[in-house]
C-alpha cells in the first residue's frame, strides 16, 4: 500500500504546462563522448522515458542501478525506456565513463553539471532539487508528466505507466 500512496504522491508533482515540459526536455546534456545534445534526443516515440538523475558517490543509487536495469531491459523493445544523466560534471567524464563500465547498468547515460540541472529542476518543477537519485518520466509525447526523488521499484514505475496511459 505504500508503494501506491508514493506514487500517487508522485502525480501530485504532475507537471501541467507544456512550456515547462518542452523545457524539460530540451535540457542540454553531454553523451560520454562529449556531444552536448538536448535530453529528448535520448528519446523514442510512443515510448514512456524515465530519466534517472545519479552520482558516482551515491550510495542509494548503486542500490537502484539493478533495479532500474531490469525495468528498462524488460519494457525497452516495447513501451519505455531509462536514460542516466551523472550529475558529477564535465570535469570528472572519464571518471563516470569507467565507473558506468564497471556498474550493472543497462541503459545509455551522459553528464551534465548539478548546479546547471539544479536551476533547470527549480525552474520546471518549482520544486528545489533535493538530491540523488531522483527520477524524471516523460511521457510517450515527450512531455514531463512527474519527477520524484528517492528509491524506486518496479511495481512503482509500472503502475504509474499503466494508470497514465490511454
Known amino acids: 500500500m505504500k508503494s501506491i500512496l508514493r506514487i500517487l504522491m508522485v502525480v501530485a508533482i504532475v507537471v501541467a504546462s ?32 524515465m530519466v534517472m538523475l545519479w552520482t558516482t558517490y551515491c550510495r542509494t543509487c548503486r542500490k537502484q542501478y539493478p533495479i532500474i536495469s531490469k525495468f528498462h531491459d524488460k519494457h525497452k523493445d516495447s513501451d519505455a525506456k531509462v536514460i542516466g544523466v551523472s550529475l558529477d560534471g564535465f570535469d570528472l567524464v572519464d571518471k563516470v565513463r569507467s565507473y558506468v563500465a564497471a556498474q550493472p547498468m543497462t541503459f545509455d547515460s551522459a553528464i551534465t553539471e548539478v548546479t546547471k540541472f539544479a536551476s533547470a529542476y527549480k525552474a520546471i518543477t518549482e520544486d528545489a532539487f533535493t538530491g540523488t537519485p531522483t527520477y524524471l ?16 521499484k518496479i511495481e512503482m514505475i509500472e503502475r504509474f505507466i499503466a494508470d497514465n496511459s490511454e
Open 18 to 49: 507544456n512550456n515547462a515540459a518542452a523545457r524539460a526536455s530540451d535540457f542540454k546534456v553531454q553523451t560520454l563522448d562529449g556531444d552536448e545534445v538536448p535530453l529528448s534526443s535520448y528519446f523514442e516515440p510512443g515510448k514512456w522515458t
Open 137 to 152: 518520466m516523460f511521457d510517450p509525447s515527450g512531455a514531463m508528466v512527474a519527477a520524484t526523488a528517492g528509491p524506486m
